[in-house]
């Protein structure tokens, strides 16, 4: 019988289901395995310097090859530094499959030093979470948690892996992980009826979310929204779902504010949702967001989302991709001449509106180039112009995100990605992930100051993995964002507008992003005059490896009141 103990044999797992990364943080108790990836070349090991950044590199990565993605852990403060990016991860449905180690099952009753009940930790912020019991159920219970994290609605799990477990004999064999097809579509009567509710309005709305991307359903939506001459919104979303150029896509119902998305859900008196939830925002709507009458069809894989905060008149558990393809035959069989008039019609007014408002934009940016400080969309009319067009983008710019998709055309799946989630780190780690799955692409990273600030030292991975992604950070000195929505804050309470918090300000100490990534071994240059963009930007393309623009943005800001006593 083989000797081949389960430290040897997770990884022959992991290799048999096509993983060829780990992104991890190591520890004592997982030493064991660590120690054996020296045998196995195909599987390399990408070191963060804290684990939050494991996840967020190994959730890009996830994004741009849908595939399941493996991260490594340390055990109980490992994971607990993990929790907000595995929540981040959660609600993003990112197949991570996340192992972390434990001492060992011997030690459970000692309450030993870093013990923790680390699945209890986990389970709250993962699909699935499980400790591996016994060596006979080793490579059962990963293959179980790939399967998990890779099925739809897919999302992140936890295996805990005790030493004495992968320590013992390995007695199973290895072989790929099976993963179930979901490739599903309703009967015939059920999409007639889908058909049947959509062509009874004059005013459709199409809602869409992350489900599309995954089901690689881009061009079916498409077809179904411009035979219904639909406006197209983003809600819960952060791939390309529908090209961003497309005329009846109108962007994000956004992720806050309720009363900014009602305006919008109220509009239709027909509503397709298809692949996301309605609606996802920190301060939702208590009550209906539909228009009075509005009927309401929802298309997903994810049945816990369907009709989970508002009524639907048609909830179909299926495939986006098959389902979309089968009702746009139908809407093309039951159209009457009129409606495909009344369609083409919607089309041109919504596609010309949207023209318009670009326009109004680009005019905006127009007055604003050549000020000091700088505004982030004189620096992306710059940077538009010297990308090549296969260029993919990690956005977390957060406040400064508009003028990406401005001057940067994202048509196709793959070639953009926006954070989502809601916890703020992503982009620097996140655009390594692309870049590693998207060797032979330019991949450039946007973030903001405060958000670059939680997971800085990814530089270093960057930089001792040779990742030539290129990162721009958008330093306005503040969490502008935050700024903005205390405005909102004030203007719902009636408080009349006043400093901002000085918790907003970043500006005093100023930091120096370049020098940062410099001592994090990654080139960088600092950009803070119209002149130096086109040369900064020259460099970075130019620059084998990665690179960093510091990027001195206008913003709100108040150093002089830092530090000021307000009368104590
Ligand atoms: C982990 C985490 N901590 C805190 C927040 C709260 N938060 C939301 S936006 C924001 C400010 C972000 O600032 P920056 O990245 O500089 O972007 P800007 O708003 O200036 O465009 C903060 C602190 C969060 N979302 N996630
Ligand atoms: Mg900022």
């Known amino acids: 019988m083989s000797q081949k103990t389960g430290r040897f044999a997770i990884l022959e797992q992991f290799l048999a289901d096509g993983m060829h990364y780990m992104f991890g943080n190591p520890g004592t108790v997982e030493q064991g395995f660590l120690d054996a990836l020296g045998s196995y070349p195909n599987l390399k090991y990408i070191l963060t310097l804290q684990e939050t950044i494991a996840l967020m590199t190994a959730d890009g990565y996830a994004r741009a090859t849908q595939r399941p993605t493996l991260v490594q852990i340390h055990s109980t403060p490992g994971l607990g530094n993990t929790i907000g990016a595995l929540y981040q991860a959660m609600r993003g449905h990112s197949p991570l499959v996340v192992i972390g180690g434990d001492a060992g099952l011997r030690f459970q009753g000692l309450d030993a030093q870093m013990a923790g009940d680390l699945v209890a930790f986990a389970k709250p912020v993962t699909k699935w979470a499980a400790m591996v019991k016994d060596p006979r159920s080793l490579l059962r219970v990963l293959r179980q948690a790939i399967k998990i994290a890779a099925t739809p609605p897919m999302g992140p799990v936890y295996v805990c892996l005790p030493e004495d477990i992968t320590d013992a004999p390995s007695v199973e064999t290895v072989r790929p992980t099976s993963l179930p097809s979901t490739r599903t579509i309703p009967d015939e009567g059920l999409l007639e009826k889908a058909a049947e509710l959509l062509l009874n309005g004059n005013k459709p709305m199409v809602y869409i979310g992350d489900g599309i991307a995954y089901s690689g359903a881009q061009a079916e939506l498409t077809a179904v929204a411009e035979l219904l001459g639909a406006e197209v919104w983003s809600a819960d979303a ?294 130096d963009i086109a040369p900064a930007i020259a460099k970075a393309v130019a620059h084998p490896g990665p690179f960093l623009i510091d990027l001195v943005l206008e913003g709100d800001v108040h150093p002089e009141l830092v530090g000021v006593r307000c009368g104590q």
């Open 238 to 531: 952060g791939e390309v779902n529908i090209s961003l150029e497309h005329p009846l896509y109108q962007g994000s119902t956004g992720h806050m504010f309720g009363y900014h998305s009602k305006p919008i859900a109220s509009k239709g008196d027909v509503n397709l949702v298809c692949g996301t939830y309605i609606l996802p925002e920190v301060f939702p709507e208590l009550g209906d967001i539909f228009a009075p009458g509005a009927k309401t069809v929802h298309i997903d894989l994810n049945a816990y989302e369907i009709a989970k905060n508002h009524p639907v008149d048609l909830g179909l558990v299926s495939d986006p991709k098959l389902t979309l393809a089968k009702l746009a035959d139908l809407l093309g069989q039951r159209m009457t001449p009129e409606q495909r008039q009344q369609a083409a019609q919607r089309l041109a007014q919504i596609g010309k509106a949207k023209q318009e408002k670009k326009q109004a934009q680009l005019e905006q940016d127009r007055a604003l180039k050549g000020k000091v400080p700088l505004h982030f969309s004189s620096f992306m009319e710059e940077l538009a112009t010297q990308l090549l067009p296969e260029t993919i983008v990690f956005d977390e710019a957060l406040t400064n995100s508009p003028p990406i998709s401005r001057y940067l055309s994202f048509t196709e799946p793959g070639s953009y990605f926006l954070t989502r989630g809601g916890s703020l780190g992503v982009g620097i780690p996140g655009a390594i992930g692309v870049k590693l799955a998207n060797p032979n692409r330019p991949v450039w990273g946007f973030t903001g100051d405060g958000g670059a600030m939680y997971t800085i030292q990814a530089l270093w991975s960057a930089a001792r993995h040779n990742v030539d992604a290129k990162f721009v950070i958008c330093n306005n000195s503040s969490y502008r964002l935050l700024q903005l929505n205390v405005s909102a804050y004030w203007q719902e309470r009636d408080i009349p507008r006043h400093d901002f918090p000085l918790s907003f300000d970043l500006s005093k100490p100023t930091i120096n992003f370049a020098q940062l990534a410099r001592s994090l071994g990654v080139e960088a240059c600092r950009v803070e005059v119209p002149k």
